[in-house]
């Protein structure tokens, strides 16, 4: 990995890394709740370079190699009363960390695609930063409405346990994870995630950073008004296997932002399965490259 630095200012530094030739448009990976950049596959990143894509992925603030902040998580009272008080920050602040890093890269716009936590941090870019987005996927993510995108209960007890400090049982514990929020009818990538929880538990472990991005999501509500400001080309994908953000956070996101498309991937669940990704590389690259044309019939029609 070549790993590199940004600072996006307010005390926060981004660990980031890119794939392809910088002289494509970019395009902005962002990860989701507790989930290093690392998630973003290395081959995964190098196939949407190879279709004409300069890929930027970073970790977040409170994740990988990004700066850390202090502060204890909410409580598991906290949580159940959907209670915002203890958070650093919210989604907004998470937003401006990634603006600031294609600011500072020069890279604006960019095409941003956002997974889970990542989709609602890229929601607020595009809603509050427009001129810093080119285009814009949200996948498995939602809107902050109470009533969308409710987790299946069963899905509560693996999330509720703490993870365990030894490597190995670390790595464990992620498989039984994503095998209980991972795809159906699909065959899941248990090699790639057991590959990603090594690499995650090598890099940095912050179980309370985890805790702060939740706090983040809570203290930020329902940003179904906020969505309805988007003016970027949107497409939303989502999976109809998804018990973690169920498929009604995709329908709610995708009613909200104007002129949306929706993307339902039949057996997909809260993963990246190795075996959808052309038609998820697919699915971004053309979506680019529409807005590209788009972006450039504008440009056109405003010199005559």
């Known amino acids: 990995m070549s790993e590199q630095f940004c600072d996006v200012g307010r005390g926060?530094?981004?660990?980031?890394?890119?794939?392809?030739?910088?002289?494509d448009p970019a395009a902005l990976l962002i990860m989701g709740l507790g989930t290093q950049m690392v998630a973003w596959q290395e081959d995964f990143c190098r196939g949407l370079a190879a279709r004409g894509l300069y890929v930027v992925r970073f970790d977040n603030r409170d994740i990988g190699r990004s700066t850390h902040l202090q502060g204890p998580p909410p409580s598991l009272i906290d949580l159940l009363r959907y209670s915002g008080s203890v958070a650093r920050y919210t989604l907004a602040d998470m937003a401006q960390d990634a603006a600031g890093l294609l600011s500072e890269l020069g890279l604006s716009p960019a095409h941003v695609i956002g997974a889970s936590q990542g989709g609602m941090i890229a929601q607020t870019l595009a809603a509050r930063h427009p001129t810093q987005v080119r285009s814009l996927v949200s996948m498995m993510s939602s809107t902050g409405g109470r009533w969308v995108g409710r987790p299946a209960l069963r899905s509560y007890p693996v999330f509720l346990r703490k993870a365990p400090r030894e490597r190995e049982a670390f790595i464990e514990h992620a498989s039984r994870l994503f095998a209980k929020v991972g795809s159906r009818g699909i065959p899941q990538d248990t090699d790639g995630v057991r590959k990603i929880a090594a690499l995650s538990f090598d890099r940095e472990l912050d179980r309370a950073g985890t805790g702060r991005q939740l706090a983040?999501?809570?203290?930020?509500?329902?940003?179904?008004?906020?969505?309805?400001?988007?003016?970027?080309?949107?497409?939303?994908?989502?999976?109809?296997?998804?018990?973690?953000?169920?498929?009604?956070?995709?329908?709610?996101?995708?009613?909200?932002?104007?002129?949306?498309?929706?993307?339902?991937?039949?057996?997909?669940?809260?993963?990246?399965?190795?075996?959808?990704?052309?038609?998820?590389i697919d699915a971004f690259a053309t979506h680019a490259a529409e807005a590209d044309r788009l972006a450039e019939r504008g440009a056109a029609l405003q010199q005559i």
Not at 231 to 239: E, F, K, S
Request: charged residues 20%.
């Open 12 to 23: 926060i530094t981004l660990c980031y890394e890119t794939f392809g030739d910088p002289c």
């Open 216 to 280: 983040a999501i809570i203290a930020s509500g329902d940003r179904t008004a906020e969505l309805k400001r988007i003016t970027a080309p949107t497409l939303v994908i989502h999976g109809t296997a998804d018990s973690l953000v169920s498929p009604s956070g995709g329908r709610a996101s995708a009613r909200a932002i104007p002129g949306a498309k929706l993307m339902m991937i039949e057996g997909m669940g809260h993963d990246l399965p190795r075996v959808l990704w052309p038609r998820l």
